[in-house]
């Protein structure tokens, strides 16, 4: 891989134009004309997919047409935390902004890896797929997978650098409480829905910790009808489970159910529902065959440490693993640091980054 100034002064660059693009889901308008401009300079042949709402997915399809393998890095991040904090800030090694570690360090990689091979001459039976979405419903990739068929894909979330062949399942749930809207100086104890949501969650907080402690689970969106000077008539949280590759998910699911199911019994003040909004089974797959065995090698002729781990947190590879598609995740950054307030990323694993799947691009080319 040509380590170049040039190369490394390229990558930082288009590190630091996308970082300073503001591309929150259902906002990917700009970032994805920029690149799109980007590619088109560089003489390579991208399209547009659409995926509805005039948003779309960036993709290079080899010319031969044959998909052996799938480079994909999402463009869209979550909602600017403080709108001073989005441009780019930069301190020797340190990338800072909005995205840098999830996941335009990684989109940004594979872009320069892919282009450096383009420019080479070389057309090897890898695509590129830079998707929009995957913060929220992970539209972009699903469009994906039902155009285009392939077997492996790379994901360049942040993994730190260590290839991920397990994955984590995801549920969300969504829990709502309903009562009688009065007048707030008629509020009588025990009959706010507020207050029956909150008993029923930390219900669920004590099953979580004493009884499935593996789990990581997150209360987020605890809202209430606006009432104004009244007792709200509804009340709904979602909350975000995560789950090891192996745990047993309809045991987990059964057991809330049943959760809900008897708080209604021993609470009568509670009238609500429960509903699994998404449920995504994680996987695992074997470190042998030979796409594994490329990796080491380059891992190896690198020397990096080979240190495979499962990775903890929802991404767009759910997604691809039940559409039938082995996906590894591997890229630069932490995920402590994605959705931060002052998220960074280090250049040094960016170029690192670039290095690996060059070489692994390289490994596909005969």
């Given at each position: 891989m040509p380590s170049s100034i040039e190369r490394q002064i390229s990558l930082r660059t288009l590190l630091r134009d996308l970082i300073n693009i503001y591309s929150p889901t259902e906002k990917e308008h700009e970032i994805v004309e920029f690149l799109f401009s980007y590619l088109k300079r560089q003489a390579l042949p991208v399209k547009l997919q659409e995926i509805g709402g005039g948003r779309a997915?960036?993709?290079?399809?080899?010319?031969?047409?044959?998909i052996e393998v799938v480079l994909i890095g999402h463009l869209d991040t979550v909602a600017a935390h403080d709108i001073e904090l989005l441009s780019?800030?930069?301190e020797n090694d340190v990338i800072e902004g909005l995205g840098a570690a999830d996941m335009k360090g990684g989109c940004a990689a594979i872009v320069e890896a892919y282009l450096a091979h383009w420019k080479q001459g070389r057309?090897?039976?890898?695509?590129l797929a830079l998707v929009s979405g995957e913060e929220e419903e992970g539209d972009g990739t699903r469009v994906?997978?039902?155009?285009?068929r392939f077997p492996w894909a790379f994901i360049a979330e942040p993994s730190g650098l260590h290839p991920c062949f397990s994955h984590y399942g995801y549920m969300?749930?969504?829990?709502?409480?309903t009562g009688r809207r009065k007048h707030a100086s008629l509020a009588t104890a025990g009959q706010n829905p507020v207050e029956a949501l909150l008993r029923l969650l930390i219900r669920l907080s004590r099953y979580f910790t004493e009884e499935r402690p593996e789990l990581v689970y997150n209360i987020r969106d605890l809202s209430s009808?606006?009432?104004?000077?009244?007792?709200?008539?509804?009340?709904d949280a979602s909350l975000d489970v995560h789950f090891a590759p192996t745990a047993p998910l309809g045991e987990i699911m059964m057991e809330i159910e049943n959760i809900v199911s008897e708080q209604k019994k021993q609470d009568a003040s509670f009238n609500g529902s429960?509903?699994?909004?998404?449920?995504?089974?994680?996987?695992?797959?074997?470190?042998?065959?030979?796409?594994?065995e490329k990796l080491k090698r380059i891992y190896l002729e690198r020397r990096l440490p080979w240190e495979p781990q499962a990775f903890p947190s929802h991404s767009d590879a759910n997604v691809l693993w039940a559409a039938g598609i082995k996906p590894i995740i591997l890229g630069p950054g932490s995920l402590e640091q994605a959705h931060s307030l002052h998220e960074s990323v280090s250049f040094e694993q960016v170029l690192t980054a670039m290095n690996i799947y060059y070489d692994l691009i390289a490994s596909f080319c005969g």
């Open positions: 997915n960036l993709l290079i399809i080899p010319p031969q047409g044959e780019c800030r930069e057309r090897p039976p890898v695509a994906l997978v039902r155009e285009y969300e749930i969504r829990i709502s409480a009808s606006q009432s104004g000077f009244a007792v709200p008539e509804m009340c429960l509903s699994f909004v998404s449920v995504h089974s994680g996987y695992e797959l074997p470190e042998k065959g030979e796409l594994a």
